[in-house]
């Protein structure tokens, strides 16, 4: 029995779904490049759940974005490799990335899920473009049968199918939303902020979806700035700042003992319905975030960072390994 | 009593000919007393900001009464009603003139209009409302309002409305489109001022920061007050079914639900 968890665990840790390495995209302006996501790498293990937490701003949803190669202008791709089942993303032509990995592979709940379906039309219509992008000779009874399942998956009656979108609450949407992204049966799905236009009960609910999700063996991408809704589902926890990734590990020893100095700040500003909380102050970060037009020549939290010395303003730091985390920081 | 609100109703008629009546605000009643923070706790649809409103003259309750300082606010002239009840909203971007040539100092101007002061003077009051608030008046004043951040724009909203030196503040969501390392400046800050003596209504959806801030906290429900009491006793010891699910259902930081994986 023992051998059994062993080797499971084992698997568990060579089966990497998906590899990130030095990933690189531009936003491109009239007064030049801004840098939203410069130089992100991490790996992600199939059954994953990595929560990605920042500021708004900090390139989350750019991120996210190039993760699916849905790469349009002004939003370039610069460098940097996104390896999805060890196929590399951007070795392939926009057309195929469309046709092979997108939905397939990977697939996005994006932001405004919530305004994410056409108005105009039934769901189950707006679900058979969706089916016949991939395939085209489907008949509608049977994308029907694959849509009922999913819909079922996430809590929702089949009898949604046949609604207009504005016929749903928001947290219907919401669900409505994610159950199409997993048509196609995808190996990783990026969730980008699902709960944070939803009351409470609602983003309960949301969070149950997602967990069924990993239990179905989907890789879930939560991306956040909300860390108390994170650290309910994710198994690892990446926190970045200002287009870079200054921080990642297990959640548990994140959420207990951040080691980046821009961690332990974003720690201490959370307020939560715990009686330490109203106990002490909550602090805020001095400043404000770099211009990504310009940002820092060093370290990007350094003008910010009260530990910064001087070589956090000439030299951005890589990510170090300490115990099984990563940290971008010269000090620790 | 600052302020005492009676049986406030509001009902909303919909359609055209044969309207639905929607309660907004149900006979809701509470008080606030001088130099303390009121948090109004509820989802979206539970008639919060259908209450601000009314507290804050723009729209005329269908039954009931509101009473400043034991006289009904329909009484008291406007625009001393204003220079007594001042409010911050949500959005700090759209709460300004978007137009791109007014600056900062045009927004910190305006209140002048409920005052009589003198030019000099004016300047005067503006420099020290702004240090007061933890802002540079040498760095913010000839700005205009898209280089500031959300958190420097809330407090300017703040400063706008501590300019008039009103008694009661009404704070609709004001953290809600900030960041979480500068939202604690802003909440931070209003509890400095109800230290100061001000009172403070305030209202959100997010019941771990009415917890942080507020002294007395009022749940509201479909136009209903269904909880009330000290922070203390709402959150560790509801009454109403409605407040134990909420606070069970508030995700928390050092603990993960209970019920979660069914």
């Given at each position: 029995m023992k051998s059994?968890?062993?080797d499971?665990?084992g698997?568990?840790?060579?089966d990497?779904i998906l590899i990130?390495e030095g990933?690189k995209?531009?936003?491109r302006t009239?007064?030049?490049?801004?840098?939203a996501?410069d130089d992100?790498?991490?790996n992600m293990?199939?059954?994953?759940v990595?929560g990605?937490?920042?500021?708004?701003g900090c390139?989350?949803s750019?991120?996210?974005?190039?993760?699916?190669?849905?790469?349009?202008?002004?939003l370039q791709y610069?460098?940097g490799?996104?390896?999805?089942?060890?196929?590399?993303?951007y070795s392939l032509?926009p057309?195929?990335?469309?046709?092979r990995?997108?939905?397939k592979l990977?697939?996005?709940?994006?932001?405004?899920a919530m305004n994410?379906l056409?108005?105009?039309k039934?769901?189950i219509?707006?679900?058979?473009d969706?089916?016949r992008?991939?395939?085209?000779?489907?008949?509608k009874?049977e994308?029907?049968k694959?849509a009922a399942e999913?819909f079922?998956?996430?809590g929702?009656q089949?009898?949604v199918l046949?609604?207009y979108?504005?016929?749903l609450s928001?947290?219907m949407?919401?669900?409505a939303?994610?159950?199409?992204s997993?048509?196609?049966?995808?190996k990783?799905?990026?969730t980008?902020?699902?709960?944070?236009?939803?009351?409470v009960s609602?983003?309960?609910?949301?969070?149950?979806v997602?967990?069924?999700?990993k239990r179905?063996g989907?890789?879930l991408?939560?991306?956040?700035h909300?860390?108390?809704?994170?650290?309910q589902?994710?198994?690892?926890?990446?926190?970045?700042?200002?287009?870079?990734?200054?921080?990642?590990?297990?959640?548990?020893?994140?959420i207990?003992?951040?080691?980046?100095?821009y961690?332990?700040a974003?720690?201490s500003?959370?307020?939560?319905?715990?009686k330490e909380?109203?106990?002490?102050?909550?602090?805020?970060?001095?400043?404000?975030?770099?211009?990504?037009?310009?940002?820092?020549?060093?370290?990007?939290?350094s003008p910010?960072c009260?530990?910064?010395?001087?070589?956090?303003?000439?030299?951005?730091?890589p990510?170090?390994?300490i115990?099984?985390?990563?940290?971008?920081?010269w000090?620790? | 009593?600052l302020?005492?609100?009676?049986?406030?109703?509001?009902?909303?008629?919909?359609?055209?000919?044969?309207?639905?009546?929607i309660?907004?605000?149900d006979?809701?009643?509470?008080?606030?007393k001088a130099?303390?923070?009121?948090?109004?706790?509820?989802?979206?649809?539970?008639?919060k900001t259908?209450t601000?409103?009314?507290?804050l003259?723009?729209?005329?309750?269908?039954?009931?009464?509101?009473?400043?300082?034991?006289k009904?606010i329909?009484?008291?002239p406007?625009?001393?009603?204003?220079?007594?009840?001042?409010?911050i909203?949500?959005?700090?971007?759209s709460?300004?003139?978007?137009?791109p040539f007014?600056?900062?100092?045009?927004?910190?101007?305006?209140?002048?209009k409920?005052?009589n002061?003198?030019k000099?003077e004016?300047?005067k009051?503006?420099r020290?409302?702004?240090?007061n608030?933890?802002?540079?008046?040498?760095?913010?004043?000839?700005?205009?309002?898209?280089?500031?951040?959300?958190?420097?724009m809330?407090?300017?909203?703040?400063?706008?409305c501590?300019?008039?030196d009103?008694?009661l503040l009404?704070?609709?969501?004001?953290?809600?489109?900030?960041?979480?390392?500068?939202?604690?400046?802003?909440?931070n800050?209003?509890?400095?001022?109800?230290?100061?003596?001000k009172?403070?209504?305030?209202?959100?959806h997010?019941?771990?920061?009415?917890?942080?801030?507020?002294?007395?906290?009022?749940?509201m429900?479909?136009?209903?007050i269904?909880?009330?009491?000290?922070?203390?006793e709402?959150i560790?010891?509801?009454k109403h079914?409605?407040?134990?699910?909420l606070?069970?259902?508030?995700p928390?930081?050092?603990?993960k639900?209970?019920?979660?994986?069914?």
């Open positions: 059994l968890i062993l499971f665990e698997d568990k840790v060579m990497e990130v990933l995209g531009f936003w009239r007064f030049g490049y801004i840098k996501v992100v790498s991490f293990r199939r059954t994953e990595v990605i937490v920042g500021e708004s390139g989350k750019t991120l996210s974005r190039l993760l699916t190669g849905a790469v349009e202008p002004p610069i460098d490799k996104v390896l999805i089942e060890g196929l590399d993303l032509s057309r195929e990335r469309r046709k990995v997108n939905g990977i697939s996005l709940v994006p932001q405004s994410a056409n108005p105009t039934k769901i219509d707006l679900i058979v969706v089916v992008e991939h395939q085209p000779r489907c008949s009874e994308i029907f694959i999913k079922r998956e996430v929702l089949p009898d046949d609604l979108p504005f016929e928001g947290g949407r919401q669900r939303v994610i159950a199409i997993i048509l196609l049966n995808p990783v799905v990026i980008d902020e699902p709960t944070s236009a939803l009351d609602t983003q309960k609910v949301i969070l149950n997602l967990w069924r999700l179905m989907i890789s991408i939560f991306i956040t909300d860390i108390a809704t994170v650290r589902i994710s198994d690892r926890m990446m926190v970045m700042y200002a287009g870079k990734v200054v921080e990642i590990g297990g959640t548990e020893s994140v207990h003992d951040p080691l980046h100095p961690t332990k974003l720690m500003a959370v307020i939560s319905l715990e909380i109203r106990e002490k102050q909550i602090k805020s970060i001095p400043g404000a975030p770099p211009d990504l037009l310009n940002p820092p020549l060093g370290c990007r939290f910010r009260p530990y910064s010395t001087a070589i956090c303003k000439k030299k951005s730091p990510l170090k390994d115990n099984g985390r990563s940290v971008a920081c000090m620790v | 009593m302020l005492k609100v009676e049986n406030l109703s509001k009902i909303y008629r919909s359609g055209f000919i044969r309207g639905k009546p309660k907004a605000v006979k809701i009643s509470f008080t606030v130099g303390e923070i009121v948090s109004l706790v509820g989802e979206s649809g539970s008639g259908t601000s409103k009314m507290i003259r723009l729209l005329k309750p269908t039954s009931g009464s509101i009473l400043f300082e034991n009904d329909y009484s008291i406007k625009f001393e009603y204003w220079r007594n009840v001042q409010a909203f949500q959005d700090p971007y709460s300004f003139n978007p137009t007014y600056k900062v100092d045009r927004i910190l101007k305006l209140p002048f409920l005052l002061t003198s000099n004016m300047e009051i503006i020290n409302t702004l240090i608030i933890g802002l540079d008046p040498d760095d913010i004043l000839g700005r205009y309002p898209h280089e500031l951040s959300g958190g420097q809330q407090r300017i909203l703040i400063a706008r501590l300019i008039v009103p008694k009404l704070a609709d969501e004001p953290t809600s489109m900030i960041d979480a390392s500068t939202r604690a400046i802003v909440l800050l209003l509890k400095r001022l109800r230290d100061e003596g009172s403070i209504i305030f209202i959100t997010d019941i771990s920061q009415a917890f942080y801030i507020s002294d007395r906290m009022l749940v429900y479909k136009g209903k269904v909880d009330e009491g000290p922070v203390e709402v560790f010891n509801p079914e409605y407040t134990k699910r606070i069970k259902d508030v928390k930081l050092y603990e639900f209970e019920d979660f994986h069914e």
